[in-house]
């Protein structure tokens, strides 16, 4: 049969000439295979998994013709054109080497999601990623979007499928949230703006080393048409933009939180300054708003919303939308999110840092600090961050399977620092946890949950960990819920 090569595949291809094996049965996943079926491609799912979840899901496939295999520890299945791999699925895993080998496409799910756009009304992408961050940046971008009057979404590894989105929705433009191991397997895709916010040790078990790392993290400056945004204070991220295959006359944009030079976005006084998208950059700079527009407000989240912004600068969105959208944003939970306060002091959920970047990260917002801290540390260690963070410690209390790790670097940098260890690992240890941290804090202090570790090996995942963190606290005596005692951040 005559057929296009896969090259040129688009969602107004004719799908039925093509085999496409999905691997995984997630969310991405799932969306995937239900595309590719509505084009009317042959699919086959396979998965490694046959879990309650995958079942259900593997029952509404094989009720619309797609075939499952669940359990799978075989290969590619026979007569596969095309491979659409799960970011959870390493690039040395033996499905991939095996179709690489054998010539066959492999793609990601960003991938095919650019690949099935309408031509006719493809919303333009800004994507984002970062060790820590990306998520918040991305919700930023969505609220300043939304406030300059797009049709607007934020999707990608943030939840939503990016597959479900350009299938079904009709957007100006997407904030795409784009996880490491999303990008090994982008070929085509191209867009308007994209940005690494930072690089730190994370994902080493899934790429093999930490070059492998940083080099996935880098593709999503590729094909880049108008903006590639760098991290200032990050000089790997400016090396990614200077290497990166960008299209021809796109700009690189630096964020900082110091005063910004030319073709930067940066804080002047107390003030968020455009110096990078203005009619003459040699003059003055453009307000777009002040410091404590950013919520909750805290360093890391100011360089956030100018990374955000630079992306949407780079769309075209008004300073005014800039400021709107900054003052209109909701964090996302379990981000440095204020619980409460109890006899004077502060109580801080920031389940979400898990690794120890996002813990030091979280630990500079606060002065002084009894830190909780631990879980699974994943092979990482923890001496830099408590010799950057002894001066702002009141105490800490450790949890978790690893909490040796983080107690052995405390003794050789912070051996004044009380340490209490909370050894069960049943989840209402988190009480006792709580109950530890409030014997240590004194009025004026700041109790940080940022526990710089996964969180497998007693929750659910880190949801789950800053719910009962907030539980425990709520339920001690004194408790005020949160903004009663105004911003602590």
């Given at each position: 049969?005559?057929?296009?090569?896969?090259?040129?595949?688009?969602?107004?291809?004719?799908?039925?000439?093509?085999?496409?094996?999905?691997?995984?049965?997630?969310v991405a996943g799932y969306a995937c295979a239900d595309a590719l079926m509505q084009l009317g491609a042959r699919v086959t799912v396979v998965d490694g998994g046959d879990?309650?979840?995958?079942?259900?899901?593997?029952?509404?496939?094989?009720?619309?013709?797609?075939?499952?295999?669940?359990?799978?520890?075989?290969?590619?299945?026979?007569?596969?054109?095309?491979?659409?791999?799960?970011?959870?699925?390493?690039?040395?895993?033996?499905?991939?080497?095996?179709?690489?080998?054998?010539?066959?496409?492999?793609?990601?799910?960003?991938?095919?999601?650019?690949?099935?756009?309408?031509?006719?009304?493809?919303?333009?992408?800004?994507?984002?990623?970062?060790?820590?961050?990306?998520?918040?940046?991305?919700?930023?971008l969505e609220s300043i979007l939304r406030s300059a009057g797009y049709r607007t979404c934020a999707a990608g590894n943030i939840g939503t499928s990016?597959?479900?989105?350009?299938?079904?929705?009709?957007?100006?433009?997407?904030?795409?949230?784009?996880?490491a191991p999303q990008l090994p397997f982008v070929h085509t895709m191209s867009p308007v703006a994209s940005v690494c916010l930072n690089v730190a040790d994370d994902h080493i078990d899934h790429f093999g080393s930490f070059d492998a790392y940083v080099a996935a993290k880098a593709r999503v400056y590729e094909r880049t048409q108008e903006a590639a945004v760098y991290n200032v204070s990050d000089e790997r991220t400016l090396r990614m933009v200077e290497e990166a295959d960008v299209i021809?006359?796109?700009?690189?944009?630096?964020?900082?939180?110091?005063?910004p030079d030319v073709s930067m976005v940066g804080v002047v006084?107390?003030?968020?300054?455009?110096?990078?998208?203005?009619?003459?950059?040699?003059?003055r700079a453009q307000e777009l708003g002040s410091v404590r527009d950013v919520h909750p407000f805290a360093p890391h989240n100011v360089a956030n919303a100018l990374a955000a912004a630079a992306l949407a600068r780079a769309f075209g969105v008004p300073?005014?939308?800039?400021?709107?959208?900054?003052?209109?944003?909701?964090?996302?939970?379990?981000?440095?999110?204020?619980?409460?306060?109890?006899?004077?002091?502060?109580?801080?959920d920031d389940s979400k840092a898990t690794n120890a970047h996002a813990a030091q990260t979280s630990l500079s917002s606060y002065d002084p600090i009894v830190w909780i801290a631990g879980g699974m540390a994943k092979g990482q260690e923890f001496d830099d961050l408590v010799a950057a963070s002894v001066d702002r410690l009141r105490g800490v209390v450790l949890l978790g399977v690893d909490r040796e790790v983080i107690a052995g670097a405390l003794r050789r940098h912070a051996p004044d620092v009380p340490v209490i260890e909370v050894a069960s690992a049943d989840t209402g240890a988190m009480v006792d946890v709580v109950s530890a941290a409030r014997?240590?804090?004194?009025?004026?202090?700041?109790?940080?949950?940022?526990?710089?570790?996964?969180?497998?090996?007693?929750?659910?995942?880190?949801?789950?960990?800053?719910?009962?963190?907030?539980?425990?606290v709520a339920a001690l005596p004194g408790f005020e819920g949160p903004g009663r005692q105004g911003d602590t951040a």
């Open positions: 049969m005559n057929r296009p090569g896969v090259e040129g595949l688009h969602r107004n291809s004719d799908w039925t000439q093509w085999s496409v094996t999905v691997a995984g049965i997630g879990g309650e979840r995958q079942r259900e899901r593997a029952g509404i496939l094989r009720a619309l013709e797609v075939r499952v295999e669940l359990g799978h520890t075989g290969g590619v299945p026979d007569g596969t054109d095309i491979l659409v791999v799960s970011p959870g699925l390493p690039p040395h895993s033996p499905l991939i080497v095996e179709a690489l080998g054998a010539g066959i496409p492999v793609w990601g799910e960003l991938e095919l999601a650019w690949r099935l756009r309408d031509p006719d009304t493809a919303a333009a992408w800004l994507c984002v990623t970062g060790t820590n961050g990306k998520t918040t940046a991305t919700l930023m990016l597959v479900d989105i350009v299938m079904h929705d009709e957007m100006d433009v997407i904030a795409v949230e784009v996880g021809e006359g796109c700009r690189a944009i630096g964020f900082t939180l110091g005063v006084e107390d003030l968020l300054v455009d110096r990078a998208f203005i009619d003459d950059r040699t003059e300073p005014t939308a800039v400021r709107d959208g900054l003052r209109a944003f909701v964090p996302a939970a379990h981000r440095i999110a204020d619980v409460g306060t109890v006899d004077g002091i502060s109580f801080v014997a240590l804090a004194l009025p004026g202090d700041t109790v940080l949950l940022a526990p710089g570790c996964a969180s497998w090996d007693m929750f659910r995942d880190y949801t789950e960990r800053g719910r009962m963190f907030a539980e425990a």
